[in-house]
DNA sequence: AACCGACATATTGTATACAGATTGTGTTGT
DNA sequence: ACAACACAATCTGTATACAATATGTCGGTT
């Protein structure tokens, strides 16, 4: 489910290259947004355009600012640690949800992220390893089999993916990241779910677990 | 245009509209919502409508199928509790996020919803004081002061009016409402979040809290 | 009678035209 | 020189027309 650059039909098209631009970078925050200019440069209408623009307005990538205009959302320091909380948080309540049954069926997800997490960063892919790992944690939510949860974290995983790029992120170390991944499938499948948050909040946040944090 | 004029273009009032009669039940779930005959209804022409339910479609009320239609969202069992998980869970991470500071600043507001929906059981308008007590959990998570947080809860917010419809949730018994609510409060000032969260599991399960849960 | 396919109908998707609003600029008056 | 007003340019909001696609019906075939 990556984006693809075919859809049904325009707007959706539309809707996945401006989600893509603006979540690998190309389209920075604070830019405008003018419907006209876009419609000529995909060679479409206004319509579609402006349909995946209130779409992505709704998703928080956009701010609309009604009849004036539409820009790329700039997220602020304080957001972002906003969203990085309720994101941890939401992780954890995934973990809580597991049971054998569904971490079964859907171990396999899991490890393939993993693995081809691993395989971008032996090629050297950074940006891909983090898709990679975005996935992983997409597929652990998914493991919860909790469809609002998943609905809830798909809004904000575009947001994630966006802090990536405007927080200078791609600087951190990675080399950890197949070990900490392994080791999360490890305790999941052990149960011990208090040692895992702890494990996915290290893995989440780049810091130390601070004690006394409810998780 | 046939009706007074609500939000500050068309599209905003549609959306409101058709938004507040899918949460009030006039629309019920199953239901198709075809464009042109929505257009004729509300006087104006289909743009607006497409745009509003469009919206309403990336809320989850709506869900649409790519030239077919769209229709009412169906909750069904299984997401009406994992609804109920997540908005639990939420809120108690509102609990732990809140401190003397956020209380301080919005405790206000809480007590208002709270006095409004003592009223609004005063005067036996059972819809209103629903209705307050949805406002009540919101201003919950506003103490929180952070904004994913409350980005997501208002997209659960929706959701979880829409259940309080289908389900027959209007059988229940509402006389302790005010009185939790006034204990949720005291409990927050005293900063017994733990004591704090039970209540609010009760209070919003409308059952015994279960030993082991985690919160 | 059941099944299949073509046509008719209805509904969505897209383009375009027009109306209304906001922003910026230039002119005018003091 | 500065402020205020007016006007022009630009963009969004809405309506409408047209194209594409799904659904339903009817007739024919087996």
Redo the contacts between chains.
Sequence with gaps: MKTKGKG??LS?EIYNLLKAQILNGKLAGGEKIPEESLAKQFGVSRTPI??AV??LG???LVSIK??CYAEVTTISE??AK??A???I?LEC?AV??ITPQSLENNIRNLARCSAECQYALDIGDRALSFEQDSQFHLELIKASE????I??YE??GA?IQQLRITQNLYGIALKDYTIQHEQIMRLLREEK?EECKVLLYEHVMHSPYPEGL?L
Excluded: F
Excluded at 146 to 149: D, H, Q, V
């Design positions: 049904q039909n959706d402006r349909e209130r779409r709704e998703y928080g009604p009849r304080k957001e906003d969203i909380r309720v994101r948080h309540l809580d949800l909790n469809s609002a949860l609905n809830l809004h904000l947001k779910k409810a």
